[in-house]
């Protein structure tokens, strides 16, 4: 995702600050770059030039070329201007009393629409909400099949306590076209059902369909009636392109959506629809659907995703990922070990394992700043973590918690045990007891100053307005507990 | 071309924007000659009209040689010289699909989630018998929920036979006892339909090449199709789509799904150019009658005489 734009926007700045002062012309000439690259990533070309032109005017205006640092400078008038062009994040959906309330998702055809119900019902129910799905897709063969499947793992599988229930009627599905307006009424009974069974939540799937199908729109719109709707959430692929982003805002003023949902973010899609869509739509972007797990699916936040635009990484989504997955307790009782230095293999496999949870290495790589982007493209692979697991597999209990200990004939054995070379495992033991080493000097003060640097640069503040953050890491801490 | 019928909802539809772009194009040219800004009108207007960078370009070039030679000089002369140009950039490209000597043919449908696959692939059933051969369909998506459940109503409606495996089962063994059964039952076609992936999943891609291996050690030869389903809707990723899943099985040709949900028709014609692969199929709908054979001669007729 944004591999691109971040490449031609990091060249632009490296090439803005590699010259000490700078004139007007040059920020022109480096600007465009940036539009080819926008461009490129799928961006309609109107809102290409008006954003090169008002960074241009920003940085005029905020006398850029007599900076002394006229590169950084120009990341944060940047950084301004694409939050601009994505728009406010709209906040959590809001919950009505009394409930259900009543989440319409709809969108072209194959846009992932019934995996995203899965997932917002997995989210609802990580937050201890109770949820009821209703298949109104009587229309593509099995549909009604799919949101019944995946009902069930959400409410088997997926964490949490809300309870999670089902509703459909797949003797109602007919051949195309037959069955318009069937969903109407099988949405009004799954809204009866959850109203009776007292669910905080109902999500209503439907059919995917053409903006331009009268006899589809009109029965959509008959569905929001029935159900009346608080929030109609409209699906968007991101590899779609700018034709059919015009066809989301036909959907928008056709349905009045409250949010849209870009799904398949995971893909190398260059990310002009993440970009322009706000823009070219209306709507604003709420969720950002980033794999086939239930768990992929991240709040919109404008201010990371320009960080991660700008190759500044999105240390925030990453802790929240990570929050997810470790609780506090153990992430203490990580901290302690570590700042002793006492880190053994097994938290390192423990942690792998959480690694593995959170998503693909390259999606979360992604999210760090700097070195993340450069690792990025080395062919680093869920396959190699599996290799190293294997390895530590390999080893006994008392040479897990001391590395140190594996000398020339215990790293043949490791090796053979694993299949794999020596070499492979005095690696990892080298590099581990380096790891232990630094972890044991960051874990002082010095790592607190570390994280309140990054948490402030994922959160939308910039790393060369470091200083700017005046709260002290104490403060901060007491502002997480609060959350 | 036979099997399918000619692309003429595409003419009719999906050629909009395209047809806007050319509206007028004749009238402009009329009474005029060829001049350096005449041509540069042209080049905007077939850009405008979907055809892709690289054929507007080379067409304007060309053009612009003949003109330069002597050879070509009156506006009225342009559009059927522009005609021939698009329609060259078509030729001996083999737009059938692949029927093998021996039974049965392998067709291995593949692309991105909710490309348009388990459709298309009942589309290609649907024609292939109503010409009276027999089809055998391969549920190899053994990942997504209901898409076994999906393929097998399809297979029902159509009347066709179908191998699925269990949800979660490993889709190279189905593909394999799919292509056992396809021998045993002297099939003519075999169809198989695989799980949607996005082309940044290495390990997902090394199974479908691990399918693609199952199905040619079973039936020397196959697959003889490998049709990438591409959603006309797509940006400039499509392109990179079709690099990715070519690298992983050699695709041989593309199903463009959903023209229906687009106005720019010229595409067809960028996507020949950007990734040197036919697109053979066009998908126009959501029924298994609305599938079309693509037909650059029609097509070329249309995109200029629909304008007029
Ligand atoms: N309008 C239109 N819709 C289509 C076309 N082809 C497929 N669809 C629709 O697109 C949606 C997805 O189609 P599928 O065939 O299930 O796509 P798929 O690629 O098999 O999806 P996965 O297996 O989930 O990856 C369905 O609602 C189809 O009816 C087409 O040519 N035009
Ligand atoms: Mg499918």
């Known amino acids: ?483 | 071309m036979g099997l399918f019928k000619a692309a003429a909802s595409i003419l009719k539809r999906g050629l909009a924007r395209t047809a806007e772009a050319m509206v007028g194009m004749r009238a402009f040219l009329a009474g005029r000659r060829i001049d350096e800004s005449l041509l540069a009108e042209v080049e905007k207007r077939l850009l405008a009209a979907d055809v892709g960078v690289k054929a507007a370009r080379e067409s304007v070039e060309s053009l612009r040689q003949d003109w330069l030679a002597g050879r070509i000089a009156a506006g009225e002369e342009v559009v059927p010289f522009l005609k021939a140009s698009l329609r060259a950039r078509w030729e001996g490209v083999d737009l059938d699909l692949a029927r093998s000597e021996r039974k049965p043919t392998v067709i291995l449908v593949v692309g991105v989630n909710g490309s348009g696959k388990t459709t298309s692939v009942a589309k290609i059933a649907a024609s292939l018998k109503a010409e009276g051969r027999s089809v055998l369909l391969a549920a190899a998506d053994t990942f997504r929920a209901g898409a076994v459940r999906q393929l097998e109503i399809w297979s029902e409606r159509l009347g066709v036979d179908l191998v699925k495996g269990a949800e979660g089962a490993d889709p190279a063994a189905v593909v394999f006892d799919a292509a056992q059964a396809a021998v045993a039952r002297e099939a003519d076609v075999l169809l198989v339909d695989t799980a949607g992936r996005l082309h940044t999943q290495d390990t997902l891609m090394r199974q479908l090449t691990k399918i693609r291996e199952v199905v040619a050690k079973r039936i020397p030869g196959a697959p003889h199709e490998v049709l990438l389903v591409l959603d006309a809707t797509a940006g400039q990723n499509a392109i990179r789509q079709a690099e990715v899943f070519t690298a992983a099985v050699e695709v041989t040709g593309i199903f463009l799904s959903k023209l229906d949900g687009t106005a720019r028709g010229g595409v067809v014609m960028a996507i020949r150019d950007q990734m040197g692969l036919p697109v053979k199929l066009i998908g126009v709908g959501e029924r298994p009658e609305d599938v079309e054979a693509f037909d650059p001669e029609a097509f070329v007729e249309g995109m200029f005489d629909r304008a007029e």
């Open chain 1, 1 to 483: 995702m944004f591999d691109g734009l971040t490449r031609s926007f990091q060249k632009t700045f490296r090439n803005l600050s590699g010259r000490g002062r700078i004139s007007e012309s040059n920020i022109r000439e480096a600007m465009e770059e940036v539009r080819t690259a926008l461009l490129e990533a799928d961006v309609h070309h109107d809102l290409v030039d008006r954003f090169c032109n008002e960074v241009v005017e920003d940085a005029i205006g905020k006398e850029v070329t007599r900076s002394l640092k006229p590169g950084e400078e120009m990341i944060g008038i940047v950084h301004e201007r694409l939050v601009a062009m994505m728009g406010e994040a709209p906040g959590p959906i809001a919950m009505v009393e009394p409930g259900p309330t009543v989440i319409l998702m709809c969108g072209l055809q194959g846009s992932g629409k019934t995996t995203t119900c899965g997932k917002l019902a997995a989210r609802f129910k990580a937050d201890g909400h109770s949820v009821m799905l209703v298949a109104a897709d009587l229309q593509r063969p099995a549909a009604v099949e799919q949101l019944r499947i995946v009902s069930e793992q959400v409410a088997s599988s997926a964490p949490g306590k809300g309870r999670v229930a089902f509703h459909g009627e797949p003797e109602r599905c007919a051949e195309y076209g037959q069955a318009v307006g069937v969903a109407v009424e099988v949405a009004k009974r799954g809204l009866a059902e959850a109203r009776k069974g007292n669910f905080e939540f109902l999500i209503v799937d439907t059919a995917g369909r053409l903006h331009v199908n009268d006899d589809l729109m009109k029965e959509l719109r008959a569905v929001d009636r029935a159900v009346e709707a608080h929030q109609i959430l409209l699906v968007v692929d991101a590899m779609t392109g700018q034709d059919a982003l015009l066809s989301a805002k036909a959907f928008h003023e056709a349905m009045q959506v409250d949010g849209l949902v870009l799904t398949k973010f995971d893909s190398d899609t260059r990310g002009g629809a993440a970009l322009s869509v706000r823009e070219v739509t209306g709507a604003p972007v709420r969720f950002l659907g980033v794999g086939e797990k239930f768990t992929a699916l991240e709040e919109f936040h404008p201010q990371r995703i320009a960080g991660r635009i700008l190759g500044m990484g999105d240390v925030v989504s990453l802790v929240e990922k990570a929050r997810q997955e470790v609780s506090d307790e153990e992430a203490a009782e990580l901290m302690e070990k570590m700042s002793k230095g006492r880190l053994g293999l097994d938290d390192f496999l423990r942690q792998m394992k959480v690694l593995r949870r959170m998503g693909p290495i390259k999606s979360l790589l992604g999210m760090l700043p700097g070195v993340g982007q450069m690792l990025k493209d080395l062919p680093l692979e869920d396959k190699q973590l599996d290799r190293l697991q294997g390895i530590v597999h390999s080893m006994t209990p008392a040479e897990r918690r001391d590395p140190a200990m594996l000398e020339r004939s215990r790293i043949a054995r490791v090796a053979a045990g694993s299949a794999s070379d020596r070499a492979e495992v005095s690696r990892l033991v080298k590099q581990f007891d380096l790891m232990r080493k630094m972890g044991s000097q960051l874990a002082g003060a010095g790592a607190t100053g570390r994280m309140a640097a990054m948490r402030g640069l994922g959160a939308g503040g910039l790393p060369t307005r470091g200083s700017t953050h005046t709260s002290s890491p104490k403060a901060r801490f007491k502002q997480r507990k609060k959350r």
